[in-house]
C-alpha cells in the first residue's frame, strides 16, 4: 500500500465521486457527509470549478501541505466516519477505504489542489 495516496474527485450525476482504475473503482461515490467536506475545503482553498475534479492527496500521516486533517469517530453501516473538527463536520468514508489502508486509520491528513 502506498503512504501517499492520490484521487481525482469530480461531479458525476450530482454525486462526488473519484475513479481508481489501479484499485478497480469506477465512480466511487462520497456520499454522507462527504460532499459539505469538500464543498467548504474547496471554498476555503479557493479551488476553482472542483465540480470538474480536483487533485486530494492523503494520508494516515502527516505530510507537507497537508492543511486538513479527518479524525476517526466511529464505525457506523460497514463504513467509517470521520470528523472535520476545525469546521464540525462529519463524514462517511465507505469501505473502499481499506483498498488504501489496512485498517481505518485513527486520522487522514488531506492536501487539495487544483488539476494541473
Known amino acids: 500500500m502506498n503512504q501517499i495516496n492520490v484521487i481525482n474527485p469530480y461531479l458525476y450525476s450530482g454525486v462526488w465521486v473519484f475513479d481508481d482504475p489501479a484499485k478497480e473503482l469506477d465512480k466511487e461515490a462520497l456520499i ?5 467536506i469538500i464543498e467548504l475545503a474547496c471554498q ?24 486538513i486533517k479527518l479524525n476517526w469517530i466511529r464505525e457506523e453501516m460497514s463504513g467509517n466516519v470521520y470528523e ?7 463524514g462517511w468514508l465507505c469501505p473502499a477505504l481499506l483498498k ?3 485498517k481505518p486509520p485513527n486520522a487522514i491528513y488531506i492536501q487539495l489542489k487544483e488539476k494541473a
Open 32 to 36: 454522507g457527509g462527504m460532499p459539505e
Open 44 to 67: 476555503k482553498l479557493n479551488i476553482k470549478n472542483p465540480e470538474d475534479g480536483f487533485v486530494a492527496v492523503f494520508s494516515k500521516d502527516q505530510f507537507p501541505g497537508a492543511i
Open 84 to 90: 472535520w473538527s476545525e469546521a464540525k463536520l462529519e
Open 100 to 102: 488504501y489502508f489496512d
